[in-house]
């Protein structure tokens, strides 16, 4: 199984990056699929995640209104759509695959990707 994210990169205050998770090796459309952050020294992070079926998405307070979770289980893929960047938002950004039933806790996730750097500048 191996999951790869891809759309990181710097942008200022302010912009726009999407990011894209593609899952292989398992069976897409039966995982719900999150994304967390971590920043060096620091504990990961709830960022959003999305239902198998794409009917259900969740969010930290912290991206409320800002990010956008969705789904593609055609294409097998995953993005999240940040607007509005806020150098707080500088992270190391993971999408991760769970079979089970919480959505929130790093822990009920099964599989990880490597990460992608998103960096804000003010």
């Known amino acids: 199984v191996q999951l790869v994210e891809s759309g990181g990169g710097s942008v200022q205050a302010g912009g726009s990056l999407k990011l894209s998770c593609a899952p292989s090796?398992?069976?897409?459309?039966?995982?719900?699929i999150g994304w967390f952050r971590q920043a060096p020294g620091k504990e990961r992070e709830f960022v959003a995640a999305?239902?198998?079926?794409?009917?259900?998405?969740y969010y930290a307070d912290s991206v409320k209104g800002r990010f956008t979770i969705s789904r593609d289980n055609a294409k097998s893929t995953v993005y999240l759509q940040m607007n509005s960047l806020k150098p707080e938002d500088t992270d190391l950004y993971y999408c991760?695959?769970?079979?089970?039933?919480?959505?929130?806790?790093?822990?009920?996730?099964?599989?990880w990707g490597q990460g992608t750097q998103v960096t804000v500048s003010s």
């Open positions: 090796g398992l069976t897409f459309s039966i995982y719900a």
């Open positions: 999305i239902s198998r079926r794409g009917d259900g998405t």
């Open positions: 991760a695959a769970n079979l089970g039933s919480s959505l929130i806790r790093s822990s009920y996730y099964d599989y």
